[in-house]
């Protein structure tokens, strides 16, 4: 039977009647007539669902909404998923775009397996693999309707629960035992191996150049999650062969030509020699689970217990994910080569990107911080940056007259301002004394320490000021030397790290909940240690978060991991990561010595100035790639530092423009 077309029907009613404006496509027949209605020519809709979206990045303002149908045409049954038009959130999604994501009359025969997945937080999610071994990006279900969208199929098509794996459906599971096994593992490349035949994909009529872009933008390639991993591996022994199966395969889409050859290698060595690969390899340290070179370790403890292996340490050979070395900071002649001839930045992403790899010479600083702290628009001219500082020194200036201007007598009437006042000036002559810049009695320094801090009390006087600011301060002053500036600048970064001193701690909480479900993704040994020592709260990285690791490393040091975290590349939220990162650097002690909340709290505060920054951040990078969606789903939206969006992609609260100055 020849593949149905799909035809736009953005002008009928159901698509008018939808909840978001978007586009639509409908099955024709062979004869190639147009159909407006959901049955024509015996093509009928069974199953329609707005909302269903894909996630490209890790980015909220990049995701891509559709509508997913299943269509019955005879006595075969289709999925298509369609990406909604002039969707406002997706204003830089591109026609090429669309047609990498689009999924274009897939019929049922040629599903393998439908892969269900519900996060403890977050939307539910499946992954269709194609009998081929290929699969198509996870289909976010924001509106529910997973259970829906089984139970049409069920109607239709044969489909059975896998013995293996209760949220593992089988479509049409008519294969030998064999492959019926290699089915349920969702282990596309052992299939192939096993049959000794390789396989491609071809999904709907499409030109020899369309269908080369499709299969590299819209279909993954051995795709499977690490929630799929962490699952089965409470039901099945470890096995390391598998565990690097898995892991390889779900990095297809980071790995070039060359390096899937590689892995495609090491993947059939490991098959065809049992353990004998991954045993040869056993003696390597992993990158991310090396001892530390710190003072105390030449009296460590041995290990009181095995330590499971780490099933993320076979990637230390994929260069592409653990091989990008740090740079040298981005200095003044190369931040030219970022503005134009009005000192715009041209490509605020490869800057970003820039800064991430390599940091920001100190004495560019004062002018490369206020881009990444959002205090000026990358798309700002000079002239505009100068007026809004003087505009911005005006209004300043104003805020900070309110307090000054409190007598002693009002003082004595205002509890709230006597206490602020007073925890402040305890703060302020304990921040960073070491320092030439705050040292001595009667630095001025510490006397604008002070003045930013109680100004800020009174522009935000809802949060008011908190323990931990004036670390958060400090440095931006280092680099500013400017009261205003710094002020402004402090008042970007509180945007973001602002609900971090909540009252109700919200801020804190979903953060160290993020990093117990980053944990339980990316190290099942260690979640499993934590969890026996009952320190899933991760109060232990609290100060971590808290600061931004402002007391574990050096001073220079801290610098240049914040200008690295505010770059926001390749995530906004890597200080989590970080965490992580930091974490699994020190597996081995942590599960080996049995610690428990109280051992391993004195061993995470005993790290501060032990930490290597570079190799932290490398690592923290690898294991965002390799948390991919996945990790992504495991922070729970509007979690510090991102800034409240609305359902558009919009900041609710945008910085404001020149003309809209209070």
């Not at 070395?325 to 820039?354: C, H, N, V």
């Not at 958060?472 to 001193?501: A, H, K, Q, Y």
């Not at 099942?524 to 240690?529: E, F, Q, S």
Request: aromatic share 10%; proline share 5%.
């Amino acid at each position: 039977m020849q593949e149905p077309e799909l035809h736009d029907l953005s002008d009928d009613a159901d698509y008018a009647a939808s909840q978001q404006h978007g586009s639509a496509s409908m099955m024709r027949s062979d004869s190639g007539k147009h159909s407006s209605s959901s049955e024509h020519d015996g093509a009928e809709v069974v199953y329609l669902k707005d909302n269903v979206t894909i996630h490209p990045t890790q980015f909220a303002s990049e995701r891509i909404s559709g509508r997913l149908r299943l269509i019955k045409q005879g006595s075969s049954l289709f999925m298509t998923w369609i990406p909604y038009k002039g969707q406002n959130s997706n204003a830089r999604l591109t026609e090429r775009d669309r047609n990498l994501y689009t999924i274009r009359a897939v019929p049922l025969t040629e599903v393998r397996s439908i892969r269900r997945h519900t996060p403890a937080l977050g939307w539910q999610y499946i992954i269709v693999v194609l009998s081929t071994g290929l699969a198509f990006p996870p289909l976010y279900f924001y509106n529910g309707g997973v259970k829906e969208f089984l139970a049409t199929i069920k109607q239709h098509v044969l489909i059975v629960r896998s013995a293996d794996d209760a949220n593992v459906f089988l479509v049409n599971d008519f294969q030998n035992p064999l492959q019926r096994t290699l089915s349920s593992l969702e282990l596309p490349r052992a299939l192939s191996v096993a049959s000794g035949q390789s396989t491609s994909v071809s999904v709907g009529e499409t030109s020899s150049d369309e269908n080369q872009e499709r299969t590299s933008g819209d279909v993954y390639e051995g795709s499977i999650s690490s929630s799929q991993y962490n699952e089965r591996q409470r039901q099945r022994v470890h096995d390391p062969a598998r565990d690097l199966s898995i892991q390889v395969l779900e990095k297809f889409s980071l790995v070039t030509k060359f390096a899937r050859e590689t892995t495609s290698q090491l993947f059939r060595d490991n098959h065809s020699n049992g353990y004998g690969a991954i045993e040869r390899r056993s003696n390597n340290l992993s990158p991310i689970d090396y001892p530390q070179k710190a003072s105390n370790d030449s009296n460590k403890v041995p290990d009181k217990s095995p330590v499971p292996p780490d099933s993320l340490e076979q990637f230390d050979k994929v260069s592409l994910v653990w091989g990008k070395p740090r740079q040298a900071p981005l200095g003044s002649d190369e931040w030219k080569t970022f503005l134009d001839y009005e000192g715009r930045i041209m490509d605020s992403e490869a800057l970003r990107k820039r800064i991430f790899y390599g940091g920001v010479e100190h004495e560019l600083r004062k002018e490369v911080w206020p881009f990444l702290l959002g205090y000026h628009a990358y798309d700002s001219t000079e002239a505009e940056r100068e007026y809004l500082r003087a505009v911005k020194k005006s209004e300043f200036e104003t805020i900070k007259k309110q307090w000054q201007s409190i007598s002693p007598e009002q003082a004595k009437r205002f509890t709230k301002f006597r206490e602020r006042k007073g925890l402040i000036e305890k703060d302020v002559v304990r921040t960073d004394r070491s320092l030439s810049f705050y040292d001595g009695d009667d630095n001025p320094n510490v006397n604008l320490l002070r003045d930013i801090l109680l100004t800020y009390s009174f522009y935000n006087f809802d949060l008011g000021y908190c323990q931990g600011m004036s670390d958060l301060l400090s440095p931006i002053l280092f680099v500013m030397e400017d009261e205003s500036d710094t002020f402004w600048c402090f008042v970007s970064l509180m945007e973001r790290l602002g609900p971090n001193f909540n009252r109700d701690q919200n801020g804190m909480h979903s953060q160290l909940f993020a990093i117990t479900k980053l944990v339980e993704l990316l190290d099942i040994p260690l979640h499993n240690h934590f969890t026996q020592r009952d320190c899933l709260n991760y109060f232990f990285c609290f100060r971590w978060v808290l600061i931004q690791f402002k007391r574990e490393f050096e001073f220079d040091k801290t610098m240049r991991l914040w200008e690295v975290l505010w770059a926001h590349y390749p995530s906004e939220h890597l200080h989590l990561y970080v965490c992580v990162a930091i974490l699994k650097r020190h597996r081995s002690k942590i599960i080996g010595e049995q610690m428990d909340f109280d051992t391993l709290l004195k061993f995470i505060n005993e790290l501060s100035g032990h930490i290597d920054l570079d190799a932290v951040v490398r690592d923290a990078e690898a294991l965002c790639i390799c948390a991919g969606e996945n990790g992504a789903a495991c922070i729970p939206p509007g979690t510090p530092p991102s800034l409240p969006v609305d359902d558009y992609g919009l900041l609710l609260y945008p910085q404001q423009e020149l003309d809209d100055v209070l």
